[in-house]
């Protein structure tokens, strides 16, 4: 497998995450429930304590990390596209995406502690 086609499957993978979670976003505002995919498998939701603050406290943070992903993986796809080849872009890129995963890990893990 050429770089290119890893690039372009990442890029891809990148953008389909950032939508999922800006939809389980959507979904857990506008339903009351909380996406099954985006909680560690071991937690119970049917047994949880505090649904609406779990939205309340999450709500914002997928909001912001999905819209990362989304707009990272669209200018990297349009940078793979267009041939523009920049390793400063691509090394800040996949540095500010792992950043972001660890984070975005802490923060649900503390959340699910707190109210799941």
Avoid: H
Avoid at 51 to 75: A, D, H, N, Q, W
Wanted: net charge neutral; hydrophobic share 55%; charged share 10%.
């Amino acid at each position: 497998m050429s770089d290119a086609s890893f690039n372009l499957i990442f890029d891809i993978v990148e953008i389909m995450a950032g939508l999922y979670i800006l939809y389980s976003a959507y979904r857990m505002k506008t339903s009351g429930e909380v996406s099954p995919g985006l909680v560690g498998k071991n937690v119970n939701l049917a047994a949880a304590r505090d649904i609406p603050g779990f939205i309340r406290k999450m709500f914002p943070v997928y909001l912001i990390c999905g819209s990362i992903f989304t707009v990272v993986g669209l200018v990297s796809l349009y940078f793979d596209q267009a041939g523009i080849v920049n390793m400063t872009f691509n090394i800040g890129a996949t540095v500010l995406l792992l950043a972001i995963c660890l984070v975005f890990a802490w923060i649900t893990k503390s959340a699910q502690e707190q109210y799941l």
